[in-house]
């Protein structure tokens, strides 16, 4: 149970009274709780926050937790999301399948059904952080360490340049956009794309494969050698 304490969750219920009931119970177990009442609300903080696990009721106002999945899976094949819903639906079985989900319960919550999959999330997300993720040859990210390598040697690479490579390998399947980067490199500071762009232009010089790719008026990508 302590490991779900280095953890967040985003749990999404248009049911107010089942929301602060799961909620206190959730809030104990992780670092950070994020609510929403609906899928719009919900893919808002998704977009701001990227937590570790989502927890999503299917039927909402607004936009229903499949759409929600499919709108997340475009660009993140990798967030763990776990779906509750009131009915047994083989054509919602069918689609949280092809959604790479992590457990479909159906209602009530209780920590008989709910704790299994939170704790399957959790493993899951402990063994992907033991990858190594391979940039180029010889140069390479290792998730135990959150440090990058290049012929096993340690790049010297100062908070800022890390930070933003990290970003990049850590979301490799989708772009980052420019307000993640400026909240999650630049923290409480403000970021001008002219700094931005001298962080960058200082990192290429320190890697050994240019895995950075901007994408016009969005952000950056992470681009890995063929």
Known sequence: MEKFKNYTILYIEDDEGVRTINSRFLNRMFSKLYEAKDGEEGLALYKKYHPDIILTDIQMPKMDGITLCKKIRKTDQTTKIIISTAFSDKDYLLEAIELRLEKYIIK????????????????????????????????YFINSTSLFYFKEDVLELNKKELLFLKLLVTNKTRVVSYEEIEQYVWE????SLNSLRTT???LRKKIPFNCIKNISNMGYKLKIED
């Open 108 to 139: 009530p919550l209780t920590s008989r059904n709910l704790l299994p999959a939170l704790t399957k999330a959790i493993e899951d997300i402990e063994k992907e952080k033991d990858a190594k993720v391979v940039l180029a040859k010889d140069f």
């Open 188 to 191: 409480d500071e403000y970021m």
């Open 200 to 202: 960058i232009g200082f």
